[in-house]
C-alpha cells in the first residue's frame, strides 16, 4: 500500500502543492490530471522519493519511503517524459543493465512491447513511438512493484497502447501499483483519480 499524507512540495521558491493525500492499495491504478505546470511530474517524483516533501509522510506499507531511500528505489519504477534511451545502443543493449539486475529475459521484454524485430538497431534509428515502447519495456524488466508513469501512452500508435494496457493489467493481476500522469484516457480499468489544479 502507498501512502501520501498531506505532503506539500516546493520546486525552487515554489509551493507547487500542499495538503495533498492519497492512497493506493496493491492492484490499484491512480490517474493524475492537471493542467501544465500542476505537479504531476513533480507528484510522481515525490512518490519516485527524488523529491523530498517539505511536509508530510510518504508511506510505503505505513513505513516512512524516506527512511529508506535505498529500499524505496527498488520498489519503484519509473519512466519519465524523456525517454531514457541511449542512443548509440541498440535496443536490446539499452536493457541489458536492467536485465542484470533483475534476471529477467530483455527478449520477453522486446516481445511485451513488440520491438524483438529491431532488437538489434542502434536506438538513434527508432522512431519516436518505438523509443517510447523501448523506455516502457524496462516496466517488463523489473521487479518492482510501483510503476510510476509520466504520460506513458504519448507517440504510442493504437495497437501499442493496447499491448500496453495488458501490461499495466498483467501488472496489477500480480499486485503491482501503477500511479500515472497523464492529459490523454489511458487503458486502465478501475482507476482512481486525482486533479491537480
Ligand atoms: N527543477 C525545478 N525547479 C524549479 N521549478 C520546477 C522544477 N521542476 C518543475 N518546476 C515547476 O513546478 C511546477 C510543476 O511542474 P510539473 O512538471 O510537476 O507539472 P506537470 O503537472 O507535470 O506539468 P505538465 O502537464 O506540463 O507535464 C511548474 O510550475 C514548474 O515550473
Do not use: C
Request: proline letters at 5%; zero cysteines; glycine letters at 10%.
Amino acid at each position: 500500500m502507498l501512502k501520501a499524507e498531506s505532503v506539500a512540495v516546493f520546486r525552487g521558491e515554489r509551493l507547487v502543492f500542499r495538503d495533498l493525500s492519497l492512497s493506493v492499495p496493491s492492484g490499484g491504478a491512480l490517474v493524475l490530471a492537471g493542467p501544465n505546470g500542476a505537479g504531476k511530474s513533480t507528484l510522481l517524483r515525490l512518490l519516485a522519493g527524488l523529491v523530498r516533501p517539505a511536509a508530510g509522510q510518504v508511506l510505503w506499507d505505513g513505513q516512512d519511503a524516506f527512511a529508506d531511500l535505498a529500499a524505496h528505489g527498488q520498489r519503484v519504477v519509473y519512466v519519465g517524459h524523456q525517454d531514457a534511451v541511449k542512443p548509440g545502443l541498440t535496443a536490446a543493449e539499452n536493457l541489458r543493465f536492467a536485465a542484470r539486475i533483475s534476471g529477467k529475459s530483455i527478449r520477453a521484454a522486446l516481445e511485451a512491447v513488440g520491438l524483438e524485430n529491431l532488437a538489434d538497431l542502434p536506438a538513434r534509428m527508432l522512431s519516436a513511438g518505438q523509443k517510447r515502447r523501448l523506455a516502457l519495456s524496462r516496466l517488463v524488466l523489473s521487479a518492482a512493484p510501483l510503476w510510476l508513469l509520466d504520460e506513458p501512452t504519448l507517440g504510442l500508435d493504437v495497437a501499442a497502447i493496447e499491448r500496453f494496457g495488458r501490461l499495466l493489467a498483467a501488472h496489477r493481476a500480480g499486485g503491482g501499483l501503477i500511479v500515472a500522469a497523464t492529459h490523454v484516457p489511458l487503458p486502465l480499468d478501475n482507476v482512481a483519480g486525482l486533479r491537480l489544479a
